[in-house]
């Protein structure tokens, strides 16, 4: 199966390109950006060297369609997804900071929590809490956004202390942050499954607060299936989910935390189809719809060429 992990396209009126981790994003005129999802997949801050065939349409149409089914709670970038990997949206200035949402106490905020950890982000931990255990009520957990490497921890009252948003635009965020999450949560419970963490990024535009990038992905999201959860939480079993957590509990099984002196394994072919399929499997829950893997043929970059490029042509 084909994946794609670099572009190098040059469309009409391109000003620039960005290429992140997982999407590249090129800068067209002075008011739209073109985001592609690649192939590409990464955990602990480092690009593994294997791309996931289909795994850039998953996220971008995820995405696509939780920013359509969300768009009465906050406005959001989005203007039209031209091509299954492509969404085109409006130019914001991002906020430098993402906003992590958790209900359940499970993944990084657990192994924190097993070092004695009770307080993150400003937030207070209950003691004697069970990994996969549920909060009283979800947590905003904010992180910093870092261009490479990690991204740190940091409090409400230090991102307003330190400028990184006003405390009103926070105020918004924070509201927005909330409603998207329990919005996220009751489609999923339509779907038998549990929303337990996520994370929004936000920008702003003409004095607009704006919902930017993708929006409840396996990549951002971390899902359990519910049944099952409250027995498996009785009896201290993992739960069965649908993230990247996966892959992370993969790597670490390998000795691979990206901390110095630790090498990454190799990934298989048969890993990668097996990740995909982990990815198409989320797809398909979440969206109750069956996926289309008809894109698998044909040149991947040449029909992303052709789809964005009818479309600004269209849109001039």
């Avoid at 990024?201 to 003409?206: I, L, S, T």
């Avoid at 009896?235 to 509990?249: I, M, V, W």
């Amino acid at each position: 199966m084909k994946a794609l992990t670099t572009t190098d396209f040059h469309f009409d009126r391109q000003r620039s390109v960005y290429h992140g981790k997982v999407r590249d994003v090129y800068d067209i005129d002075a008011d739209r950006l073109v985001m592609i999802a690649t192939d590409r997949i990464s955990a602990f801050d480092v690009i593994l060297p294997k791309g996931i065939p289909f795994k850039g349409q998953v996220l971008n149409q995820i995405a696509a369609k939780f920013l359509d089914l969300t768009a009465d709670i906050c406005p959001n970038w989005k203007l039209a997804t031209p091509d299954p990997m492509v969404t085109v949206g409006l130019k914001c200035e991002p906020f430098r900071v993402e906003m992590i949402i958790r209900s359940i106490l499970t993944g990084s905020a657990w192994r924190a929590y097993q070092e004695g950890c009770r307080e993150l982000c400003g937030v207070r931990l209950p003691d004697g809490m069970r990994e996969n255990e549920r909060f009283p009520q979800p947590i905003i957990t904010p992180t910093t956004k870092a261009d490479e490497g990690h991204d740190l921890n940091i409090s409400r009252e230090e991102i307003i202390a330190q400028g990184l948003v006003s405390a009103e635009d926070y105020a918004v965020i924070e509201d927005y942050t909330r409603r998207l999450f329990a919005r996220g949560q009751e489609i999923a419970a339509r779907q038998g499954l549990i929303l337990v963490d996520t994370k929004y990024e936000f920008g702003k535009r003409d004095g607009r607060v704006y919902l930017i990038d993708e929006i409840h992905t396996p990549d951002s999201s971390r899902y359990f299936y519910a049944e099952g959860y409250e027995e498996k939480l009785a009896k201290g079993a993992p739960q069965r989910q649908l993230s990247k957590e996966f892959l992370r509990q993969w790597l670490i099984a390998r000795g691979f935390m990206n901390e110095p002196g630790q090498t990454m394994p190799d990934i298989t072919d048969e890993y990668a189809l097996e990740v995909s399929n982990r990815y198409i499997e989320l797809y398909e829950h979440i969206t109750g719809e069956p996926f289309n893997r008809s894109t698998e043929t044909g040149d991947i970059a040449a029909r992303i060429h052709c789809n964005v490029s009818a479309y600004l042509a269209q849109e001039k």
